[in-house]
Each structure stands twice: as C-alpha cells, then as structure tokens.
C-alpha cells in the first residue's frame, strides 16, 4: 500500500434531511488523497450522516460524492470498496479472530493461502500477531477495536472511514489508540475520514478537521488554526475553553469597556467579540511591556487542578473571564489571593475576533 | 434438613424455610399442567376394548392395531407431510417478515406487524371457516396443498414473533459491517446474521412444524379424504369409538413433540 494508492474525496452540495430537519446542508467538502481529516461535531450535528453516506448507508437527497473521478453517490455500500470501522467494533462474534479479518479477502475471492499471509500482516499491523485463532469474546475492548481495524485494512481499501472507534475505550487506552492511529495512517497512507465528537482527540490525530453542527460545515482547517484561529462562536465555544468579550466599534478602532485594544488588523463589517482562551492570558506583575492588551479585573475565585491553577477574574464590564497558569507563571499566580486587583495582558497576537451573531 | 430449610433461597435474605409455599404451588401447577398429557401413556398400554384408567391388564395391542391399520398410517403420513410442509413455507416467510420490519422505518412497520399477527389473535374457527369458503371457490378443499396453506396462516405468526425477538437482541451494525467489507445485503444476512439468530429460527420452524401437526380445527375443515390428518382422524374415532388406539396415537405424538422440543433447547445450550 503506497500512498499513490489512495483516492481523494470530492463532495458536493450533500444534502440530507429528515422531514423539516437538515442533517446534511449543501455540504461542500474536499478531502485530499492520502489525507486523515476529522468531522468534529457534538451529536446530531450530522457528521455521522456524512459518514454513512461516504459509506453507502444513507442515500443523500441531493449532491455528488467522487471517489476519486468515480460518482459514487448511488452506488450500493458492499461495491465502494472503503474500509470501515464501527463504534462498537461489529466483530463478528461466531468467527475467531482470523475469520472476521479474512471475511472481506473471502468475499473477494482471494486463494487461501494468499488470504492467510494478509491476514496474518493484518494482524502482526494492528499488533495482534498471533491472535488468529482465539474467539472475538476472549478480547479486551481494545483488541477488539484493533481486530475491527485489521478487518478494514486487510483489503487495502483506498479510503478508510472511522465512526467514533475509540469511544468505548478507557482514557488511557483512548490516548494511546490515537498516537496508534496516527502511526498506522503514516504508515498506509490511504485516504482517512474519522468520526468523533472528541475535540482533543481531533486535535490531537487529524491533518485537518471539518468541523460540522446543523448539518453544516463551519470551518475545515488544520488542527492549530482551528483553535487558534476559530471562524465562529460556536467553534471558539466547542474546542477548548473560551470567554467572550463585546466589543465596541469606534471609527476604525475596536473598544472594550471604554479600552482600546491593541489589534493586528481591524476586520471590517458586523459587530465583534473577542475571543480569549484562558491559557493565553497572563496575570501582569508590572514588568510586562510592549504590545499588550491590559484588562484590569478582580479575582474572584482560584481553582487548584494538578497541572495548572485556574483563576477567575471578574473585569470592569462584569464579565467573568478564566486565566489558565501553567507551570511558568505558577508563581505569579501564587501570589495573587481572591479579592485582589489584577491585571491581564493579551498579546496583540494573541487577539481573536469573531462576529457577533444573533443568539 | 433442618439446615437446608434455614439456608438463603438465592442471593437473598428468604430462606428455604420461607420459600415452602412457593414450592408448593410450583408443584401443584407443574402437576395441573402435565398430568393430562402424562395420563394417557398409561391408558395406551391397556389391554381393554375401552379408554379406562388405571388399566387392569397391560399389552401392545393398540400400538399394533395402529401401526398395521393403512387408514391411520396414511393419515400419519399426511399430517408429517404438511407440518413438513408447513415448516418450509412459514419459516423463510417469517423469517424474511422479521426481517423486513426490524430493518424498515417505515411509519405502518408496526402496522404491518400487527396484522401478520392475527392469525393467533382471531379464533382459529374463523380461519377454518374462511379458509373452507376460499378453498371451495378455487377447489382446494381436502388437497395438501391447500392445508399446507391453511397451516402456514397459522404457523407464521409464531416465527415472526420468535424471529423478531432474535433480532432485538442482535447488532445490526455487524451486517452494516459486513457490507462494507464486500458483502451484498444478501449475503450479509446469510453469511454474518443468519448464523447468528439460527438457535431461534430453528425454533421457529419447530413450532411451525408443531402448529401444523398438533392441528385439528383447520383441518377438519380442509382436510379430507386420502388427505385426511391424523389428528382429524383421531377427533372422528373419538366421535364414532372410544377405543385406546387413540392413546397409543397420542403418546407417540407427544413423544415425537417432547423429543422435537428436547432437541432445540440442546440446540439453544450450544450455542455459545
């Protein structure tokens, strides 16, 4: 399996609904070959519906999928030739090991001996050489998962879809799975569509991320400027934490309770929030300079987590904004007692705008 | 046995002791519920021209009397082969039925399911008149083939609960598995989910087996003739002679019935 191998996606005004309701809305999506891209939503977000239609399951009302130049959009789910692992595994329970990853190879008509070889490479892939011959019920949760992987690979699948596999998994086990996952992508290369509703999980495995809610797609970037650069409140919102602040526009600058804020570039149009993740706030203890926002604010709460100590710091407009400390400034942060003023720098670099929408 | 009355029941706090009762009436319901079928086995050992119990004197005889009599051979015959019979046509079509509403979302699914379900929710008298005044019109009255159809009205119903029940319990997302590794829907069903409800399709074409054969009201009607069952044969003797021969018949029925039974909770202990 080389890279050569894989097949790009191409989709095109999907749409699918329910009754009233969109599950898919004239989704537009491109998916590179060799590519591992996640669909990110919280559930109903039609990010599994856009799987079961690159799978075959779900017949869309509308639009094209190209596997490649191929329209596939009709075409019956045992014909596509993607590779596919389920949430639960769906082993195949009266089958050893062996059988349920040789089953597609069977179907193909592949000769025996040809057939066990693969199998066998399959298997020795995913880390279960050996395992051929036990039952599917004498397997822990994560050999079980790595069986339903071996099965999908063994054929060498150009396109592989993944729905949600590591969610049964324990987090250590999950953690690992994924380091796991990304290797085995590296290493076979074909094209990858993977499920979650995980945003670290995301983060952590994909080359990009389509992030989907209401059968949309609300931005498809590379996993740093997804949450670095989040287009909308609600991606700002459901990848890691975020305070939002009003802004006031004044002639072509941008206020925040009366302060004018140090901006990169000011973008033109509706009204703005910014947006603020609370690890990129820092407690200011006066030796700070150069180009920083300053928000003098109260301390109302300190909250110790292990790794980091969260403060929650009440500023000038009322708003209660989150300062994440790690290690560096853990410090700075000791020395700060609730009730205390404070003042938080941002970064112009740091500063993340996004429009207002009507809620 | 003083101890075993004190000892918990299960994995509770009621003891033995306390549970008599209970044992008690578990008895006298297993006693009520098989003791008409046992007390026939007895009477077809007798020796005497008439049904009676205890018997005074014990032979074969009405077993021999049966077994050389071609009017109930033959009817035995008949009855084995539309309980066969009945068994191929209810099961696939059963089993396709369970199927087809396990998987459908369709709005009537329910519907549907209710009205293949009649058949063992109207009295059976009714389906035997129906059938009767359908049979005559295409002339189908006392031919197999037309009692093997009767039957299958009533043998149905039974797959399609029993197989639905299967599915249930089953992983649709194994055959959803299955096809995207290559599998038509077809052989999805065949190869990944057949194998795994068999223990209850086996089931269900026990009891078609069984609806057909243990059946008389259907073919009283129906039945007739050359194509005569056994069991309407029998309700006529009873009728016309009360004669032990119709006890020997019933002890082999409930021994073929008990055996058939016996066979497919085995079936059910293997399955794992």
């Known amino acids: 399996m080389s890279k050569q191998d894989a097949l790009p996606i191409s989709i095109s005004g999907l749409t699918k609904s329910y009754g009233s309701l969109f599950a898919l809305d004239h989704v537009d999506l491109e998916v590179k070959s060799g590519e591992f891209l996640t669909l990110l939503g919280p559930s109903g977000s039609g990010k599994t519906t856009l799987l079961m239609a690159l799978a075959g399951f779900t017949r869309p009302d509308h639009g094209s999928i190209r596997f490649g130049d191929e329209e596939i959009v009709t075409m019956p789910p045992h014909k596509r030739g993607v590779g596919m692992v389920f949430q639960n595994y769906a082993l195949f329970p009266h089958m050893s090991v062996a059988a349920n990853v040789a089953y597609p190879l069977k179907l193909r008509k592949v000769p025996k001996a040809e057939a066990a070889g693969l199998v066998e490479r399959a298997l020795e892939t995913v880390q279960l050489g050996g395992y051929g011959e036990r039952r599917i019920g004498q397997l822990s949760g994560g050999q079980k998962q790595r069986v339903a992987l071996a099965r999908a690979i063994v054929f060498s699948p150009r396109i592989l879809l993944m729905d949600e596999p590591l969610s049964a998994l324990d987090k250590n086990l999950r953690e690992q799975m994924q380091i796991e996952l990304r290797h085995l992508h590296e290493k076979l290369g074909m094209t990858t569509v993977y499920v979650t509703h995980d945003q670290r999980e995301a983060l952590t495995m994909s080359d990009r991320i389509a992030v989907i809610n209401h059968g949309r797609l609300m931005q498809l970037d590379a996993p740093r400027r997804i949450y670095e650069r989040p287009a909308n409140r609600f991606i700002a919102e459901f990848i890691g934490e975020s305070t939002f602040l009003k802004l006031e526009r004044k002639g072509g600058r941008l206020n925040f309770a009366g302060v004018e804020l140090e901006v990169d570039e000011v973008p033109e149009g509706r009204n703005l929030s910014l947006v603020v993740r609370p690890e990129r706030l820092t407690i200011l203890d006066g030796t700070d300079a150069g180009k920083t926002n300053i928000f003098p604010g109260t301390v109302k709460d300190l909250v110790y987590q292990g790794d980091t100590t969260l403060a929650y710091v009440t500023l000038a407009d009322g708003t209660d904004i989150a300062v994440r400390a790690g290690m560096r400034s853990e410090a700075a942060i000791e020395k700060v007692k609730v009730g205390e003023r404070v003042a938080l720098g941002l970064k112009s670099a740091d500063v993340v705008l996004i429009p207002d929408e009507e809620r | ?272």
């Open chain 2, 1 to 272: 046995m003083t101890n075993w009355l004190k000892r918990p029941a299960s994995e509770t706090q009621i003891t033995h002791g306390q549970r008599l009762w209970l044992y008690f009436v578990a008895t006298v319901i297993m006693i009520l519920l098989v003791a008409p079928t046992i007390i026939v086995m007895p009477m077809s050992f007798s020796a005497s021209q008439y049904l009676e119990f205890p018997p005074r004197e014990w032979s074969l005889r009405w077993y021999e009397h049966y077994l050389s009599s071609p009017a109930w051979i033959d009817a035995t015959w008949t009855s084995l082969k539309a309980g066969f019979l009945t068994m191929c046509v209810a099961t696939p079509l059963g089993v396709a039925a369970a199927y087809g509403l396990h998987v459908s979302r369709h709005p009537l699914g329910q519907f549907f399911y209710i009205v293949l379900i009649t058949p063992i929710m109207v009295p059976v008298i009714l389906i035997a008149i129906a059938a009767f005044y359908v049979f005559v019109q295409i002339r189908l009255v006392n031919s197999l083939f037309g009692l093997v159809i009767a039957h299958s009205i009533l043998a149905l119903p039974l797959v399609l609960i029993v197989v639905s029940a299967a599915l249930k319990s089953y992983d649709m997302n194994q055959e959803m598995a299955a096809r995207s590794l290559g599998a038509s829907r077809f052989t999805a069903f065949i190869g990944i989910t057949l194998p795994q409800i068999r223990f209850s399709v086996l089931t269900a074409a026990l009891l078609s087996f069984l609806t057909s054969f243990d059946e008389v009201i259907v073919a009283m009607f129906v039945s007739g003739g050359d194509n005569s069952t056994l069991t309407r044969n029998m309700f006529n003797a009873l009728r016309d002679q009360i004669d032990p021969t119709i006890a020997s018949i019933s002890t082999i029925m409930i021994v073929i019935s008990s055996t058939l039974l016996i066979l497919s909770q085995l079936f059910g202990k293997s399955r794992d």
